[in-house]
T-cell receptor, first 111, second 114 residues
Framework: DQQVKQNSPSLSVQEGRISILNCDYT??????FLWYKKYPAEGPTFLIS?????DKNEDGRFTVFLNKSAKHLSLHIVPSQPGDSAVYFC??????????FGAGTRLTVKP | NAGVTQTPKFQVLKTGQSMTLQCAQD?????MSWYRQDPGMGLRLIHY???????DQGEVPNGYNVSRSTTEDFPLRLLSAAPSQTSVYFC?????????????FGQGTRLTVV
């Protein structure tokens, strides 16, 4: 039972444009959400997070939006750069609970 | 700072063999976990631990054992390797005490079972 879902396996955007990656979750007990970035042959690295008491968190070019009623979050990257090309994982957890991940979305930013 | 260190980086096993994947962290994190990454499946939780002497099962625990005798180490044991356990394994750690923190990952162990 996949509690965190990323339904788009891949996304391709032009350099300078916006990248929007989506994530849905089913467990209403999740109250903290994270995005990780992963390059080939490396471990995932933390990118940005959001608590369930917020609906938006911004860090430079990266913004995460949370819609609790829809159980949906999204990651916006503006402007997209070729170095952003990677696999992006959405994750969710509860306080002291185990962290669950989505299947990932492979982002390709074309120069 | 070494962070989370996994050994080995690559391993080939024959079906039925056993082995231990090592994971060590030097950040004094209470929480540690093991994930496997498979194409189209993302990262799936195998086992996790909220502190020394405490472990619990994740989504896909069958065929794996863990123990946590120290804060620093969290080894993952494959009891009798099967081809279905061919995967990339990641160990992660994070601090607790508040709960809302990111996890730090190791570089991964690529395991092939033939």
């Amino acid at each position: 039972d996949q509690q965190v879902k990323q339904n788009s396996p891949s996304l391709s955007v032009q350099e300078g444009r916006i990248s929007i990656l989506n994530c849905d979750y089913t467990n209403s007990m999740f109250d903290y959400f994270l995005w990780y970035k992963k390059y080939p042959a490396e471990g995932p690295t933390f990118l940005i997070s959001i608590s369930s008491i917020k609906d938006k968190n911004e860090d430079g070019r990266f913004t995460v939006f949370l819609n609790k009623s829809a159980k949906h979050l999204s990651l916006h990257i503006v402007p997209s750069q070729p170095g952003d090309s990677a696999v992006y994982f959405c994750a969710a957890n509860r306080d002291l609970g185990d962290m669950r991940f989505g299947a990932g979305t492979r982002l390709t930013v074309k120069p | 700072n070494a962070g989370v260190t996994q050994t080995p980086k690559f391993q080939v096993l024959k079906t039925g063999q056993s082995m231990t994947l090592q994971c060590a962290q030097d950040m004094n994190h209470e929480y540690m976990s093991w994930y496997r990454q498979d194409p189209g499946m993302g990262l799936r939780l195998i086992h996790y631990s909220v502190g020394a002497g405490i472990t619990d099962q994740g989504e896909v625990p069958n065929g794996y054992n863990v123990s946590r005798s120290t804060t620093e180490d969290f080894p993952l044991r494959l009891l009798s390797a099967a081809p279905s356990q061919t995967s990339v394994y990641f160990c992660a750690s994070r601090p607790t005490g508040g709960g809302y923190t990111e996890a730090f990952f190791g570089q991964g162990t690529r395991l092939t079972v033939v």
